[in-house]
């Protein structure tokens, strides 16, 4: 059975650091894609970061890009969103999701490609 359990999420200031934690069972991790979501108070759910399996190669949303890092821990089947620098406009739900197969740059951001999902973890960046 295919699990995606998501963790770390927590209210904190503009400015601050959060680490998100993805783990995963039921599949090997080296033949999918996880993805982190995230979705704001009626706002789409929009792709956030994709690492492949093997490889590793890593994509980002530009909104993101330098404040947050995504990286695989094998040895826990561990997929972590490393947030930097967090504003207010990062706040909302963050999913993480898995795709069968190496997701491309141009499809990485696409929630409807996604097979399996988590259930969530709430991020707040507010005084």
């Known amino acids: 059975q295919v699990q995606l359990v998501e963790s770390g999420g927590a209210l904190v200031q503009p400015g601050g650091s959060l680490r998100l934690s993805c783990t995963t069972s039921?599949?090997?991790?080296?033949?999918?894609?996880i993805v982190w979501f995230r979705q704001a108070p009626g706002k789409e759910r929009e792709g956030v970061s994709c690492?492949?399996?093997?490889?590793?190669?890593?994509f980002y949303a530009d909104s993101v890009k330098g404040r947050f890092t995504i990286s695989k821990d094998k040895a826990t089947n561990t997929v972590h969103l490393e947030m930097n620098n967090l504003k207010p406009e990062d706040t909302g739900v963050y999913y993480c999701a898995g795709y069968p197969g190496h997701l491309i740059n141009t499809a990485w951001f696409l929630p409807a490609m996604m097979t399996y999902w988590g259930k969530g973890t709430l991020v707040t960046v507010s005084d």
């Open positions: 690492i492949r399996g093997r490889a590793g190669t890593r």
């Open positions: 039921g599949f090997t991790s080296e033949n999918y894609s």
